[in-house]
């Protein structure tokens, strides 16, 4: 699956990168799950430092609440195909 992005400027001079276009799934499982579980850079923001795809996996903790743990996927979690993120100009 190909996800391309680019960068823009920041106010703080950190590069922050957006998506560009809306992703084309590499299956039905993606297509669901793309923008809550599975999304470019951070859940809920359009533009982030993280110029990755991640996975955001809930970790319940002791006191009941639940973190989100975050990490960057290179393949599919549901199907294996490989995620790609293409930087743009
Ligand atoms: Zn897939």
Redesign the pocket.
Known sequence: ?RVTCRSCPSETGEPVYEQTAPIK???A??ARRWGSLVCFGIAGARRSTSREVNLYVPQPQANGKAVLEVVPVAF?P??G?AVKTYRMK
């Open positions: 699956m799934p590499c299956c499982e993606m599919c549901w199907c195909e």
